[in-house]
């Protein structure tokens, strides 16, 4: 058991609690919390008057820090790490390289998005790639059970804050970079440059796998020692032809001199990258290419990922789409699979990057044949302020303003006539809302069933 603590109410007897100053809350503040809990020792930045031993140090987050790498990070040395960095495609991309590891027989867990999954076990986690005292904690749980694949998203602001420091990864993957956590990064330079700190991460012989059709690719391709490309055309995981349907897609893809020809569960273009980035790290791993073709038809999205329902003569499909590239990939690709109308509804995070906001208004109006802007999560900010800022971009009248997004799912799911598709975006796999700082529950699927139950 790692011996460090955070957190006053998790500490065990024995174990030496780290006072760090937060943003909002002083862990100095729990030291007799952490006392009477059983703690043996204390680290803090400022001595305290108590009958344990005290430690002083100038900044207690970055001393812990060093003291968890120098003395728990050797311990993970033969887990086989796979990180996967990029704007969108991170989540769906792990998800699928960890089904396939374990329908392959092998023992993987996941972290990210999604949470923390790792055989019948799963824990919901505060961030996709949460503190490193719960890295390593969840590494360490892997270790007790025997699991050899650690599939992890890394978000630029693990990589910015040193979340993943004293771990190295077999294979890293890059997806793509477009606009994103701007409120944080301030320009896109920072934002790449965080997100190819990954690179650094790798063991000496370990794998960088690049989406080379990506304008940020090159770089990626440029600081690894030993790059693997995946893209449509001189790759060494070469797209040479796809074919999408509603609810499949057919694609042929090239590598080691050889076609392959596979079906997938999952439909639109960024999917093909999604199960190309799965295909091109599971390789890289060592797996056999057709093994990979052999399990791939019960591979299926995550929560949340272009997940498809039948309602009435048409179809709903909710997906996380929260960013202005990533509403515009499947707005267009739902256009073009569409017989009849596509019907978008979408909102904007508050107390987050207010400049995307009037893009991500843009794209749904141009793209839709019709609109429902709603609130996504508002947090703190006023929802009626995060409108005004998407309707700044908003150039047609071919949309309503809905803020209860429980009612707006339901005029949505009302519009619905023949072949027509309505996309639920913002929300995926979360089945709640942020007003102010309480979590409410809503989950956009559990509507859509809702709603069929009742037709």
């Known amino acids: 058991m790692i011996k460090y603590e955070t957190d006053s109410r998790k500490v065990k007897k024995g174990q030496t609690f780290v006072a760090i100053k ?4 002083d862990g100095h503040d729990f030291i007799k919390s952490a006392i009477e809990n059983g703690a043996s020792e204390i680290i803090a930045e400022k001595d305290v008057d108590v009958s344990i031993p ?15 790498v120098d003395e728990y990070s050797g311990d993970f040395k033969n887990l086989k790490l796979v990180g996967i960095t990029g704007t969108n495609g991170k989540t769906t991309s792990a998800y ?16 990210g998005t999604l949470g923390f999954l790792c055989g019948d076990y799963s824990e919901v986690l505060p961030n996709t790639s949460p503190e490193i005292l719960t890295i390593y904690k969840l590494l360490e749980y892997c270790l007790d059970n025997d699991v050899d694949y650690v599939i992890m998203e890394i978000s630029s602001h693990a990589l910015d804050l040193n979340r993943i420091e004293g771990l190295k990864y077999e294979v890293c993957a890059f997806t793509n970079l477009t606009e994103d956590h701007l409120d944080y990064h301030k320009t896109m330079e920072n934002y790449l440059n965080c997100k190819l700190k990954l690179v650094d991460y790798l063991k000496d012989n370990g794998i960088m796998i690049v989406n080379k059709d990506d304008e940020a690719g090159s770089r990626f391709i440029e600081k690894s020692n030993y790059p693997k490309t995946f893209g449509i055309g001189n790759a060494d995981y070469d797209i040479k032809s796809f074919d999408i349907h509603p609810d499949h897609t057919d694609i042929v893809f090239k590598y080691g001199g050889k076609d392959y020809s596979v079906t997938t569960n999952l ?4 999917n093909v990258y999604n199960y190309m980035t799965m295909v091109s790290i599971l390789c890289s791993l060592g797996i056999n290419v057709d093994d990979i073709l052999n399990i791939t038809s019960k591979l299926n999205p995550p929560k949340g990922r272009c997940e498809t329902y039948k309602v009435k003569d048409g179809f709903a499909v909710v997906d996380y789409a929260h960013t202005p590239d990533a509403v515009l990939k ?3 690709a739902y256009r073009e699979l569409a017989k009849a109308r596509v019907i978008t509804l979408v909102g904007c995070g508050g107390d987050r990057d207010p400049m995307k906001r009037p893009i991500m208004g843009n794209i749904a109006s141009e793209y839709s044949d019709y609109v429902i802007f709603t609130n996504d999560n508002p947090r703190t900010e006023d929802p009626d302020n995060i409108m005004k800022d998407i309707l700044k971009g908003v150039k047609k009248d071919n949309y309503e303003v809905c803020l209860d997004r429980r009612e707006a799912i339901k005029k949505a799911l009302d519009m619905i006539h023949k072949d027509d598709i309505v996309l639920l975006l913002g929300k995926g796999h979360e089945d709640y809302q942020i007003l102010g ?17 009742k037709k």
């Open 267 to 270: 439909t639109s273009k960024f």
């Open 54 to 68: 005290v430690t002083v140090v100038k900044d207690s987050a970055k001393y812990f820090q060093k003291k968890l």
């Open 437 to 453: 700082h309480t979590k409410v529950h809503l989950d956009d699927s559990e509507e859509i069933l809702k709603y069929v139950e």
């Open 330 to 332: 499947v707005v267009t």
């Open 22 to 25: 937060g943003y909002t809350v």
């Open 96 to 111: 699928l390289a960890y089904q396939a590891l374990n329908l392959l027989g092998k023992k993987a867990a996941y972290m």
